[in-house]
Structure formats: structure tokens, C-alpha cells
């Protein structure tokens, strides 16, 4: 079966420009995950959709991050505008159940200079 | 607020040696406790989930426990290889909520 993909793999941009990432979870996985991880750190989880409903989004800085889910199963995350601390690789995963094993894709490396 | 330390934060040895990674967490009102492996630019892969009601998990050359009274899990790996060589993670989950992670172990396993 098809893992979970990302795009892009890596995104340099200015701080207050725009970026977006897109994920494509596995095939029936319910559960969507949007982490953050900055270098050195374990992820943090940013977003969290049960089909296309958003169950958990208290880590997600509002005022500049956003999310979607389109139809249950693609997502779009985007910084609008982006700050020099917002560098870190964007991870995606997925799971049939919200208790259950997490798929991970590869993720994407923002770098704002 | 749940917080989990993953000691030591770097490791290297020779290859074939048996090794210990250690997890700790503040809170022991978890759902399950996960180990996961990062290989450098890429996602993380679960290698084995321990439910609260678990003592320990077996994988292949891994083993991984969980002591919920003291807050603290261990993964053994033994005769360690290069191929081994990754960021380890460990990540604890609440009856409902997210995972916390700690920061990770990076293991180096030289020839």
C-alpha cells in the first residue's frame, strides 16, 4: 500500500512570505496529522482532523498557520506570513483510528531566511 | 502538562553490542506508549506500541518495556548493526489526546 506523501520535500522562503504544504494520506485513514519538528526536538502536533472535522488544533498558531482537509482525505497546512523561528521540517501523518499506529510521511524542510 | 526526557541524547557504539535507550514521562495516566525510529530526511517509523495494560513489547532484536508506576520505559536493542544507526523517539499517549514526544536519542553504531 501507498505511504503517506508530501509536498514539497524542501521550501526556502523569505520571513513574511507565504507557504503551503500538501498531504496525501494513506487510503481510509481517517485520522490526519499536521506536526511541527524543529531541529533537535520531537514533533509537536499542530492540527489533528477526524475525517474532514478538526478534533484537536490548541498548538496551532492561528494568527498565522491554517489548515484544511479537503473531502476527509487530502490536506493543505500554510503559514501566512512566515517568521525566521517557523524553520522546521513539517511532518503528515495518518491512522485508521485516532488511538491507533501513526503513518508518517517524509515531510517537508521550510527554511525562512 | 505531560513531559517526556529521552536520556541519553546521543550514543555511539560498536557494532554487536547490546544497548538501552531510556524514556521517562511525568504523567502516568497514559493510553500506550510508542517507540519510534527517524532516519536522517525522512518521517518516523513505529517500531513497537506497549498498551498501559503491557508490560513489554517484543520485535525482533527489540524489546521495548513499560513501567507506568515509575513513569519510565526502556528499549533494548541487541547486537546492535550499522544499519541501526537513527534517531530514536518515544512518544506517550493519554486515555484521549495527543502524543507527547521527547526529544530523542541519536544512535550511532560504528563498525
Same mark, same amino acid.
Given at each position: 500500500? &501507498? ?12 520571513k513574511?512570505?507565504?507557504? &503551503? ?7 481510509g ?16 502536533l ?7 472535522g ?12 491554517s ?7 487530502d ?39 | 502538562?505531560?513531559?517526556? !526526557? ?12 547490546n @544497548? ?11 493510553y500506550?506508549?510508542?517507540?519510534f525510529?527517524?532516519? $536522517?530526511?525522512?518521517g @518516523? !517509523?513505529? @517500531?513497537l ?5 503491557? =508490560? ?15 513513569g =519510565? ?5 541487541a547486537?546492535?548493526?550499522p ?21 530523542? !536519542?541519536?544512535?550511532t553504531?560504528? $563498525?
Open positions: 500500500e &501507498a505511504g503517506v506523501a508530501q509536498s514539497p520535500r524542501y521550501k526556502i522562503i523569505e513574511r512570505q507565504s507557504v &503551503a504544504f500538501w498531504c496525501n494520506p494513506i487510503s485513514h481517517a485520522t490526519l496529522y499536521w506536526y511541527q519538528q524543529i531541529l533537535g526536538q520531537g514533533p509537536k499542530l492540527i489533528q482532523f477526524q475525517n474532514n478538526v478534533v484537536d488544533d490548541s498548538q496551532l498558531p492561528k494568527d498565522r498557520f489548515a484544511e482537509r479537503l473531502k476527509g482525505v490536506s493543505t497546512l500554510k503559514i501566512q506570513p512566515a517568521k525566521l523561528e517557523d524553520s522546521a521540517v513539517y511532518l503528515c501523518a495518518s491512522s485508521s483510528e485516532p488511538e491507533d499506529i501513526q503513518y508518517f510521511g517524509a515531510g517537508t524542510r521550510l527554511s525562512v531566511l | 502538562k505531560q513531559e517526556v !526526557t529521552q536520556i541519553p541524547a546521543a550514543l555511539s557504539v560498536p557494532e554487536g553490542e @544497548l538501552v535507550l531510556n524514556c521517562s514521562f511525568t504523567d502516568s495516566a497514559i500506550n506508549l510508542q517507540w525510529r527517524q532516519d $536522517p530526511g525522512k @518516523l !517509523t513505529s @517500531l506500541l506497549i498498551q498501559s495494560s503491557q =508490560r513489554e513489547q517484543t520485535s525482533g532484536r527489540l524489546n521495548a518495556s513499560l513501567d507506568k508506576s515509575s =519510565r520505559s526502556t528499549l533494548y536493542i547486537a546492535s548493526q544499519g541501526d544507526s537513527a534517531t530514536y523517539l518515544c512518544a506517550v499517549r493519554p486515555s484521549y489526546g495527543k502524543l507527547t514526544f521527547g526529544q530523542g !536519542t541519536i544512535l553504531v560504528h $563498525p
